[in-house]
């Protein structure tokens, strides 16, 4: 089968097309025909080797010294699956499902297996597969910081970078929580934004958020790019700043893909996405997604 491996650490040039075999599963595993994966900010994390030096050995012990350990990279696929193993009872052959592989990743190739009891569910009935695959890593990163802030009804939130994977669906997710929410973002995704029902924008380009004229009940960084301090004068008194930057990792259960897949079925939630790249053109892809400059997501067509 085809698949894009990271021959190393490096820059995008290091992700070379390549020709392996197609695994097979085991008892409790599915084989899974992917149609579409993502570049997600855990991919380039990964391929760059982007780890504080605090982190550096025990990020290397995980992940692999000179390359990967897992050499296929892609966290979240959508497909159908094509064999399962014969203890396997929660699927059959020709369900369509999305999931999130976590270190295992695997989702740049045409097949990967997986663990029935892994992080995957029958994708949305009104989604294609490229519009589902951008829905698990962004959706459950956001839904894990908006409940770690304790997001509840009637809050005051800001989402700082809400133009982005994390952020689109952080957006969407507060006002389905019942929450005033303010994104911030540049000039040219403010569009964008207000469509996902943000009640007030905030251009970061012309506009300091944290001058202190308006205070928030939570304060989201989903890019990681501001402190809290920074964000001091612009929290209520009992207000919390959660940041995917030094939080830990999101822990995702398929519950929480199941809720994402029901909001999505309701009418709740919707994907965003900013390109499509063929396989082959995953490097290109990567070059496109480190800018820093994407809105919500970009896919990766495994199946024509």
Known sequence: MKAIVCTSYGLPDVLQLAEVSKPSPKNNEVLIKIHATTVSAGDIRVR??????????????????RKPRQPILGVELCGVIEEIGKDVKRFKKGDQVFALTGMK????????????????????????????????FGGTSALYFLRKGSIQQGQKVL??????????????LAK???????????TQNMELVNSLGADRLIDYTKDDFADGSEQYDIIFDAVGKISKAKCKGALTPNGKFVTVDGQGIAKV???????????VEMGAIKSV??????????????????????????VINITN
């Open 48 to 65: 760059t080797f982007n780890s504080p030096l605090l982190f550096w050995l025990p990020m290397k012990i995980v992940l692999g010294f």
């Open 105 to 136: 990743f695997g989702g740049y190739a045409e097949y990967t297996c997986l663990s029935e009891n892994s992080v995957l569910v029958l994708k949305p009935k009104n989604m294609t597969y490229e519009e589902a695959v951008a829905i698990p």
């Open 159 to 172: 989402i700082y970078g809400a133009s982005g994977s994390v952020g689109s669906s952080a957006v969407q």
């Open 176 to 186: 389905h929580f019942g929450a005033a929410v303010t994104g911030v973002c540049s």
């Open 253 to 263: 259960r398929s519950e929480d893909l199941l809720f994402l897949r029901e909001l």
């Open 273 to 298: 996405i900013d390109r499509h790249y063929p396989l082959e053109q995953v490097p290109e892809a990567h070059r496109y997604v480190e800018k820093g400059r994407k809105k919500g997501n970009v």
